[in-house]
């Protein structure tokens, strides 16, 4: 019987075992055993092989094998050649996109920042410590660690490296507030937009009163809208990247969303269904550009003429979804709701990301609870 939390036993030879946990190279948990002559001698030992494992500054890589079994190498590899071994498994199993986001991360900032340390060197300080010097914003930072979180979660998947524990409390700082178009500015665009309205004026339009991304917009079809129920599939979005082949750069790439959460169905009104409707002609496949997507950067600038010809500044095209999202909470949706028509994956990011409520509606609550106290006064 082994004593009580040691997982220490004796074997009938006579022979002390202990037993300990790894995770082998298929990902699986094994257990292997270290043996001895007293339980003092194997508590020694698995105190020391244990201590070994949890260590965060000495990496573990299960990667031989000796008379069948499988055994414990110290191996000291440099971080930057197992993070271009997981750039390459992201390749394979993940969206090109994907790929090419990480991979600019890489060369662009961390390969500079980590390109002669060896895994015993990635401790959470050191990590801390050296993405603290780099001169990009707070959103840039947090990617950085996670693409060096993740390729630790790779290690310790394929190698049983057991990962230290990377904070980012050093990168919590408050958001600045997001913008959203006020009401004058809302009203004075909708008024140019229905004034010799087009097919792209009318894609702003639908933008307003839909929160759709700027790549959903550009590569959305006609079939993905449903006039008998009143509804818009989002089932793709359109970005350009860095070309995988060709003499191109870069190519215009049709991808699924941004994430499951984004493959969705939004409703949209009768009276946005009719207005769409008259711009649809026969063989036109997509929405903004007859047989190809639209051209994302294109549509930007689409929508910078028209704020420029509305005297508005110079907003991003996010700038409609945030004021989409701003306008549905003020006239009483609710988060849930609204989160499943932005596509998000929670609340929580509706809430802290794309809520911000405006003077006008803050004023509004103001002033009702200043009749509210009026009225006690008055009883009083």
């Known amino acids: 019987m082994p004593r009580r939390g040691d997982n220490i036993r004796k074997r009938t030879d006579g022979r002390w075992e202990g037993r300990y946990q790894i995770i082998s190279e298929d990902g699986r948990k094994r257990y292997l055993s270290i043996y001895g002559k007293s339980y003092s001698e194997v508590k020694e030992k698995l105190t020391a092989k244990m201590y070994l494992l949890n260590r965060t500054d000495v990496p573990i890589l299960q990667n031989s094998q000796k008379n069948g079994r499988l055994q414990l190498q110290i191996c000291d590899t440099n971080f930057c050649a197992l993070m271009e071994e997981w750039l390459d498994e992201v390749a394979q199993n993940r969206k090109h996109s994907t790929y090419i986001k990480y991979k600019k991360l890489y060369t662009c900032h961390i390969q500079s920042l980590f390109s002669t ?17 780099l001169e990009v914003s707070d959103s840039t930072r947090q990617s950085v660690l ?26 919590h700082k408050r958001l600045p507030a997001i ?12 008024q140019f937009l229905c004034s010799d309205m087009d097919i792209s004026k009318a894609g702003i339009y639908l933008c307003l009163f839909t929160g759709l991304r700027l790549g959903e917009i550009c590569s959305l079809k006609w079939d993905d809208i449903d006039q008998e129920k009143g509804l818009l599939h989002v089932n793709r979005t359109v970005q350009r990247i860095e070309s995988k082949e060709g003499s191109t750069k870069t190519v215009l790439l049709e991808t699924p969303p941004k ?10 009104s009768d009276t946005m269904l009719s207005l769409l409707t008259k711009f649809h ?23 910078k ?3 420029k010809r509305i005297n508005a500044p110079n907003y991003n095209f996010h700038i ?35 809520v911000h409520p405006s003077m006008d509606t803050k004023r509004k609550y103001i002033n009702a609870l200043s009749a509210d106290y009026g009225q006690l006064c008055g009883q009083q």
């Open 117 to 133: 340390d060896k895994l015993s060197r990635m401790s959470n300080s050191h990590i801390q410590a050296q993405i603290a010097v």
């Open 320 to 354: 409609l979804r945030h004021t989409f999202a701003t306008n549905c909470i003020d006239s009483g949706m609710d988060v849930k709701s609204l989160s499943e028509i932005l596509g998000h994956s929670n609340v929580q990011i509706t809430l802290n990301r794309y």
């Open 146 to 171: 996670a693409a060096i979180k993740q390729t630790m979660h790779y290690a310790e998947k394929q190698y049983g490296y057991p990962m230290p524990i990377i904070t980012s409390s050093s990168l």
């Open 281 to 303: 002609q026969d063989g036109n496949v997509y929405v903004l550009k007859n047989n190809k997507p639209m051209e994302p950067r294109t549509y930007q600038n689409h929508f």
């Open 305 to 307: 003429k028209y704020l």
């Open 179 to 190: 913008e959203i178009m006020n009401r004058t500015e809302q009203a004075r665009l909708i």
């Open 259 to 268: 994430s499951v959460f984004s493959k969705r169905e939004v409703p949209i």
